[in-house]
T-cell receptor
Framework: AQTVTQSQPEMSVQEAETVTLSCTYD???????LFWYKQPPSRQMILVIR??????QNATENRFSVNFQKAAKSFSLKISDSQLGDAAMYFC????????????FGKGITLSVRP | ETGVTQTPRHLVMGMTNKKSLKCEQH?????MYWYKQSAKKPLELMFV???????ENNSVPSRFSPECPNSSHLFLHLHTLQPEDSALYLC????????????FGPGTRLTVT
């Protein structure tokens, strides 16, 4: 079974600044994916970034990047040049590969962006 | 074309009503999922369908009945619900069960009165 810990329930960042959202997880699997999803007030769950556990290189998607530490089971999300539209709830979610695996969501972090 | 659509977006129903939620994906995926999102709780996986066969049923009460007539459509039939079933119900799809990212629909906000 997988568990996900997002220990910061709320965070705030000044517009144009950088913020890092933390996530740790526990899994016995060696091959898995890691995702960050964003859920704005519209409630649409949007994929932000993905990371394959076998890749050492950290994933980057425009202003979003991750710091993946496999041994520490840590998967943080860095948002650079924060924009007002980044205000949302962010969920970390690991998924081990193979049939019958489950996408396990953390409790989420509410990010507010100050203008 | 939006990848995953859900209808209705909002639903209010009494405890004795019968209603259905619909999900459609236009991504050519083979796996579809129903999640429940309640306030202050993590997303809960309810059902998983892979190639139109149910592969996961997470101890969901029988008042929730899923149906997957083909790989593009997924329904959640509701009957004799309880007020605690009020939540956001999210549908998602992925290329295959347990492989790669899931793409979500906008959700149906359900209120049981």
């Amino acid at each position: 079974a997988q568990t996900v810990t997002q220990s910061q329930p709320e965070m705030s960042v000044q517009e144009a600044e950088t913020v890092t959202l933390s996530c740790t997880y526990d899994t016995s699997e060696s091959d898995y994916y890691l995702f960050w999803y964003k859920q704005p007030p519209s409630r649409q769950m949007i994929l932000v970034i993905r990371q394959e556990a076998y890749k050492q290189q950290n994933a980057t998607e425009n202003r979003f990047s991750v710091n993946f530490q496999k041994a520490a089971k840590s998967f943080s999300l860095k948002i650079s040049d924060s924009q007002l539209g980044d205000a949302a709830m962010y969920f970390c979610a690991p998924l081990h590969t193979g049939a019958n695996s489950k996408l396990t969501f953390g409790k989420g972090i509410t990010l507010s962006v100050r203008p | 074309e939006t990848g995953v659509t859900q209808t209705p977006r909002h639903l209010v129903m009494g405890m004795t009503n019968k209603k259905s939620l619909k999900c459609e994906q236009h991504l050519g995926h083979n796996a579809m999922y129903w999640y429940k999102q309640s306030a202050k709780k993590p997303l809960e996986l309810m059902f998983v369908y892979s190639l139109e066969e149910r592969v996961e049923n997470n101890s969901v009460p029988s008042r929730f009945s899923p149906e997957c007539p083909n790989s593009s459509h997924l329904f959640l039939h509701l009957h004799t619900l309880q007020p605690e079933d009020s939540a956001l119900y999210l549908c998602a799809s992925s290329r295959q069960d347990g492989l790669g990212e899931q793409y979500f629909g906008p959700g149906t906000r359900l209120t049981v009165t």
